[in-house]
């Protein structure tokens, strides 16, 4: 099978989950398709524009840093010491929305690090505003789904977010996720927790001490930013090792354009990965996070 059929029947598939989508949601033909195409095609030429230029391309920005869940394979699990935790203020969200518009961003806009974002009563509004600020940003929101009652997911899908990548982290499949994918296939991905690689997280999270000397792209390509406005290199990062400012008093653009940051981003770039401390015995696959 050719590369071109391939990709119209992928395309075909894509826009009958998009149909079955739009007519569940209520949202007229017209404004739905070409507020999809925008965020969905035309966003990603932008996109390897900017990271040529030296831009990151998606984001994760913490508003909530608690969680519900103690998966053993993650650092909000008891055995493992607790970060200090705390929710963004609203003056701090808007800030940096403000400045990602100021940069005409339009890649990934993620509210999360390593909190359940669904536990943030005010994420409707802190989606809404990023929405109207970032109109060409393609917003996904990762959770565990244990607050995603069909009508939060309605009010999300209609603040702006664009994609729900729900996490199953129970053994058994659960009806109501199926319920949502089935409904609504064109902003839902469900997997199961046994479904993606457990990373070690900067080599903290197990006993493997296993030197990569891979590229790893993610530190250029993504911005994280904790609650508190701490910008870190990495998401794998929980402890705030490695941060190079803080939104509060610095802007974004200076941050990222800061000599330290740079160079830390080029020695990841050509795979130095034991230059940096918590890199050493990372094992993230350090692709491009887009």
């Known amino acids: 099978m050719s590369k071109l059929i391939k990709r119209i029947i992928n395309t075909l598939k894509l826009f009958r989950k998009l149909e079955i989508s739009r007519r ?12 999809n195409i925008r965020i969905n ?6 996109l390897r524009r900017q990271f040529k230029k030296g831009w990151f391309v998606s984001t994760n920005l913490e508003t ?16 493992f010491t607790q970060r200090k935790k705390g929710e963004m203020p609203i003056k701090l969200w808007e800030k940096i929305i403000n400045e990602l518009s100021e940069m005409n961003f339009a890649g990934r806009i993620s509210p999360h690090f390593y909190g359940e974002p669904l536990m943030d ?10 929405r109207r600020s970032c109109k060409n940003s393609y917003i996904s929101l990762f959770t565990n789904g244990d607050f995603l009652s069909e009508d939060l997911f309605v009010k999300l899908i209609r603040a702006g977010v664009n994609i729900f990548l729900i996490t199953n982290y129970e053994d058994l499949e659960n009806r109501h996720f199926e319920f949502l994918r089935n409904k609504y296939p064109g902003h839902v991905i469900l ?14 999270l197990f006993d493997e001490k296993k030197l990569l000397t891979t ?8 911005l994280v930013i904790n609650w508190d406005g701490s910008i870190l290199l990495c998401c794998m990062d929980y402890y705030a090792k490695e941060t190079f400012g803080n939104i509060n008093t610095q802007s974004i653009k200076d941050i ?10 080029e020695l990841l770039r050509l795979g130095k990965r034991a230059s940096i401390p918590i890199c050493k ?6 692709n491009i996070p887009w």
């Open 64 to 79: 909530y840093g608690y969680c519900n869940r103690e998966c053993d394979f993650c650092f909000n699990n008891k055995r």
């Open 41 to 46: 095609i035309i966003r990603k030429f932008v």
């Open 256 to 265: 990222w354009s800061s000599k330290e940051f740079i160079n830390k981003r």
């Open 121 to 130: 009563k005010r994420l409707p509004d802190l989606i809404h505003y990023a």
């Open 215 to 222: 590229p790893c792209l993610r530190p250029a390509s993504q």
């Open 191 to 204: 997997r199961s927790y046994k479904d993606f690689k457990k990373t070690n997280r900067a080599g903290e």
């Open 24 to 35: 569940n949601l209520g949202f007229t033909f017209i404004t739905y398709y070409i507020y």
């Open 281 to 286: 015995y990372c094992d993230d696959s350090g």
